[in-house]
């Protein structure tokens, strides 16, 4: 959940469930399937978006930048955090330049080349995110409350067959590109992919 998605409040939730209202039982399924998984994504992702500025007064674009940093513990070049959130060099630095300013963050030399930087949470930012990270996985339980433990992890195991399945696809579709003389980058698409999945976690 990048500034290529910043908090643009409801309006491509209310887009993506209209999208949805507008199918008709004629639809192809793959069609409705489609769309329902994104309204439902917005959804709870809007969702999110309100509790962390009503509870936090920060953004989801910011929770993001922290959970990354969390995970890596002595620090992230500027190059591999913007890989991981998916997002411009830019908007990482304006992100970076906030959070040091705040104390949440620091730039440190990186000791495998003096002439990088590496950014890493202060012990002020880990305290803060620890409250926040807390409080997100509650606030998915509470949305996920009621549906039933047996339906969400069928739900989940359906989803992961539909991830493996699009692997393999996207194996091909890339296998074709390298054929026909295109290039890819598929260890840096799925590093960014696997990240993008593990960031509102929190803490994996």
Same mark, same amino acid.
């Given at each position: 959940m990048s500034t290529r998605r910043q908090d643009t409040g409801g309006v491509l939730g209310d887009e993506r469930i209209g999208m949805e209202a507008r199918t008709v039982s004629g639809d192809h399924l793959d069609v409705r399937l489609w769309l329902r998984l994104l309204a439902t994504t917005n959804e709870i992702e809007q969702e999110i978006r309100t509790r962390l500025r009503v509870r936090f007064a920060t953004t989801l674009p910011r929770f993001d930048y922290l959970a990354q940093l969390d995970r890596h513990h002595d620090g992230l070049r500027m190059s591999a955090l913007s890989r991981y959130l998916m997002v411009t060099g830019g908007n990482v630095t304006g992100l970076t330049d906030q959070l040091v300013a705040e104390g949440w963050v620091d730039r440190i030399p990186d000791p495998v080349d003096k002439r990088a930087t590496l950014v890493r949470l202060t012990e002020l930012g880990r305290t803060r995110f620890d409250e926040m990270a807390a409080e997100h996985e509650r606030w998915l339980t509470e949305i996920f409350a009621g549906f039933g433990r047996a339906d969400e992890q069928a739900l989940f195991d359906l989803l #992961?067959?539909?991830?493996?399945?699009?692997? #393999?696809?996207?194996?091909?579709?890339a296998g074709t590109a390298d054929h026909l003389g295109g290039t890819t980058d598929r260890t840096a698409d799925q590093d960014g992919k696997n990240a993008r999945s593990s960031t509102h976690r929190g803490r994996s």
């Open positions: #992961g067959r539909l991830r493996v399945h699009l692997a #393999g696809t996207a194996d091909q579709s």
